[in-house]
C-alpha cells in the first residue's frame, strides 16, 4: 500500500472520529445544554496542553529530520572518500592501480544496488559488502610504494579508506529507526489526549467548528505520519539515497 494512502486514510480517518464523536455527542445532550459555557480552567488546561504537545512534535519533528539529514551525509562522506581512493590510485603502476580501481567500482555498485535494497527490506548492511570494502583495504595497505611520490600518496589513500570504513559503520548505525518506541507512545498518547480536550471545550454541531475539528485533527495524522516517514532514513518515502555513490560513479549499480 502506498504511504500516500496511507496518509490519507488516516487524515480521514481522525476526521471521522472525530466528527462522528461529537455529532454523537451533541444527539445525548439534553435541550437545556448551553455549550457556550465552558469552564476556565478548562480552556486554561487545553491551552496548555496543546502548546506543549506542539513543541514535543516539533522537537520530534527536528529529531528525525536531523537524523535524516545525518544519514545522507554518511553517504556522502563514504562516496567521496571511496572517489578519492580511486582517483589518487592513478600514480601508483598499472596493474595495482586498476586492481583498486575495479574493487572500489565492485564495492560500489554491491553498495548501490544489492546492499542499498537489503538496508530498505531488512534495516542492515550485507557482510558481502563489508568484505568488498575489506579487499579494497588490502589493496591499499598492501602495497609498498616504489618511489618518494607512490610514498607521499599512501598516507592519503589509507586515511581515505579509512574514512569509508568509518562512513559505513556510521550508515550501519544510522539504518534502523530514529524514535524509540517510549517516544512514539507519548507522541500518540499526547495527540489522542489534546484531540480529546477539543470535547472538553463543549463544541457544538456549527459547520465552523465541526471543520475546524476536524483539520485540527488531521494536522495532527499528517504531523504524525511526517515523522514517521522520517524515522528511518533509508527505507521510506522522504529517505536518504544513494545518489552521491551514483553522481561520483557514473554507470555503476544501475
Keep these: 500500500m502506498s504511504e500516500w494512502l496511507v496518509l490519507t486514510l488516516a487524515m480521514v480517518a481522525a476526521c471521522g472520529v472525530v466528527l ?22 478548562i480552556e486554561y488546561m487545553t491551552m496548555m496542553i496543546g502548546v506543549v504537545y506542539a513543541i514535543v512534535l516539533g522537537l520530534a519533528i527536528a529529531g528525525v529530520w536531523e537524523a535524516r539529514g545525518a544519514a545522507q551525509e554518511h553517504v556522502r562522506v563514504e562516496a ?6 580511486s582517483e589518487r590510485a592513478r ?7 586498476d586492481r583498486i580501481r575495479d574493487d572500489v567500482h565492485t564495492y560500489v555498485s554491491h553498495v548501490v544496488t544489492t546492499e542499498w535494497d537489503t538496508m530498505k527490506s531488512k534495516g542492515e548492511l550485507t557482510d558481502r559488502g563489508a568484505e568488498l ?8 595497505t598492501d602495497y609498498e610504494p616504489k618511489s618518494d611520490f607512490e610514498a607521499q600518496a599512501y598516507q592519503p589513500l589509507v586515511d581515505s579508506v579509512a574514512a569509508a570504513d568509518d562512513a559505513r559503520s556510521a550508515r550501519a548505525d544510522s539504518v534502523g ?8 507512545f507519548g507522541l500518540i498518547t499526547g495527540g489522542l489526549v489534546t484531540i480529546g480536550m477539543i470535547f472538553a471545550l463543549q463544541i457544538r454541531r456549527t459547520p465552523r467548528e465541526l471543520v475546524l475539528a476536524g483539520l485540527f485533527s488531521a494536522l495532527f495524522a499528517f504531523l504524525l505520519f511526517l515523522i ?14 544513494a545518489e552521491p555513490f551514483k553522481s561520483l560513479f557514473p554507470g555503476l549499480g544501475g
Design 20 to 41: 462522528i464523536v461529537t455529532l454523537l455527542r451533541h444527539r445525548r445532550t439534553g435541550a437545556d445544554y448551553d455549550a457556550s459555557e465552558t469552564p476556565d480552567v
Design 80 to 85: 567521496q572518500a571511496l572517489h578519492e581512493v
Design 91 to 97: 600514480i601508483y603502476p598499472e596493474e595495482v592501480r
Design 133 to 140: 570494502l575489506a579487499r579494497v583495504r588490502h589493496d591499499v
Design 177 to 184: 529507526a530514529t524514535m524509540p518506541g517510549v517516544v512514539w
Design 228 to 241: 514517521w516517514d522520517f524515522d528511518a532514513p533509508y527505507s521510506r518515502g522522504i529517505a536518504a539515497t
